[in-house]
């Protein structure tokens, strides 16, 4: 669903927003995410390898997995955000025409 927003100075953010399905804000939590797998994966190397004893990979891993909750609990307060800024932008939007229509 594309919603129609309004011409104005915030007209071009929402447009860019929507093309090719990229949201605002998230590519640096996405970023994360690719590092913290490869940091994963290095730390599985290592231990197979016996660079790593279990135990000291085991803490790292909880420590990767702590990492990947937080940087997931990032995104979603972002999309809360976002999505309330739309919400409160469609009902000024909707108010806007309730009053065209009284008045106009």
Do not use: C, F, W
């Amino acid at each position: 669903m594309v919603l129609r927003t309004p011409s104005g100075p915030h007209r071009g953010a929402s447009a860019a927003r929507l093309e090719g399905g990229k949201r605002g804000g998230r590519g640096r939590p996405v970023a994360e995410l690719g590092a913290l797998r490869e940091e994963n994966a290095d730390i599985r190397r290592r231990l197979l390898e016996g660079e790593l004893l279990p135990n000291v990979a085991a803490v790292a891993v909880q420590s990767i997995n702590t990492d990947i909750r937080a940087v997931g609990a990032t995104l979603k307060a972002r999309e809360q955000e976002e999505i309330a800024t739309r919400l409160e932008e469609l009902e000024t939007l909707l108010e806007q025409r309730k009053q065209e229509r009284r008045y106009g």
